[in-house]
């Protein structure tokens, strides 16, 4: 699997967040905010405990897609979440296919509640959009969630991505019901930086 993310220059900066390349030393800190059942309710995996945690976080890949988010506060950076960006490959008719490998970026994102309601998801996805359309290249970019999930959708809306579709019933949810899931993307024609 190719490493794509090698292209950016680590740390990246905003305002008030560093974002940087996960790592096997982020695990606890990370296990600490993604255990927690406002977290798990959404997250994509939520093993139960540290060990099964640590055991998906090196056989998925997690460290070759997933950015670490931290604050920048006086008292040293405070790792807050993680912005998930996948490298995908887009649609093309077989003779032109070619020219669609890895020409989009699928998002994701899981943040600790204690920081919530400062900007923080917003000013991370934003600066993760800005590398899918700057030093990445990319073509689109995409984040789905669960309808439920308001503050997911409502951040893809406020970073000015267009609403593509709501699944009715297309996603089963781990408390066994199923659940509809609303899906947003943005073209890099349309990215106001």
Request: aromatic share 10%; glycine share 10%.
């Amino acid at each position: 699997m190719e490493d794509a993310l090698k292209k950016i220059s680590w740390p990246v900066r905003t305002e008030r967040l560093s974002l940087r390349r996960v790592n096997s030393a982020d695990v606890e800190s990370l296990w600490r905010y993604r255990q927690l059942a406002e977290v798990t309710e959404w997250i994509t995996a939520g093993p139960e405990n540290l060990e099964d945690f640590r055991a998906m976080f090196f056989a998925k890949d997690y460290p070759l897609k997933n950015l670490a988010v931290e604050l920048d506060s006086g008292r040293g950076s405070e790792l807050i979440g993680t912005v998930m960006l996948n490298i995908v490959d887009g649609w093309g008719q077989s003779e032109i296919a070619q020219r669609a490998k890895g020409v989009e970026g699928n998002l994701g994102w899981s943040f600790d509640p204690a920081y919530g309601g400062k900007g923080y998801a917003t000013e991370a996805v934003h600066a993760a959009i800005g590398l899918c359309f700057g030093p990445l290249g990319l073509h689109r970019v995409t984040a789905e969630c669960f309808a439920a999930n308001e503050p997911s959708w409502r951040l893809m809306e406020r970073l000015g991505m267009r609403k593509e579709f709501h699944g009715r019933k297309d996603s089963l949810h781990r408390s066994g019901e199923w659940m509809d899931s609303m899906g947003y993307a943005l073209l890099s024609e349309e990215w106001v930086d």
